[in-house]
Nanobody, 124 residues
Framework: QVQLVESGGGLVQAGGSLRLSCGASGRTFSSYAMGWFRQAPGKEREFAAVISRSGGIIDYADSVKGRFTISRDDAKNTLYLQMNSLKPEDTAVYYC?????????????????WGQGTQVTVSS
């Protein structure tokens, strides 16, 4: 089992940047594929980015491709999401998630563990 804690959210103007972090404790972090999801008010949780167990496979939602970068530091048990050129439509609660199978994916149902989320608000 792994415990996940997100940080780094906040209020930023459109065009600005934020870097989210997700600290992990418990079972070996490097054994998990990791994902970032987001949920805006009144909307379903949606996929943003995924990174494989080895870090060799990365994928992004079309809505964030070219602006967001997912990365991981297994020595620090930490997952990151660098978000640049932020838009008001990026406003949401951002969650990190861990896939016990080490595969990852774009559906939230493929993940076993979730953090509590961090709020990102982008003003126009």
């Amino acid at each position: 089992q792994v415990q996940l804690v997100e940080s780094g959210g906040g209020l930023v103007q459109a065009g600005g940047s934020l870097r989210l972090s997700c600290g992990a404790s418990g079972r070996t972090f490097s054994s998990y594929a990791m994902g970032w999801f987001r949920q805006a008010p009144g909307k379903e949780r949606e996929f943003a980015a995924v990174i494989s167990r080895s870090g060799g496979i990365i994928d992004y939602a079309d809505s964030v491709k070219g602006r967001f970068t997912i990365s991981r530091d297994d020595a620090k048990n930490t997952l990151y999401l660098q978000m640049n050129s932020l838009k008001p439509e990026d406003t949401a609660v951002y969650y990190c998630a861990a896939d016990d199978r080490g595969i990852g994916g774009t559906s939230p149902y493929e993940y076993d563990y979730w953090g509590q989320g961090t709020q990102v608000t982008v003003s126009s």
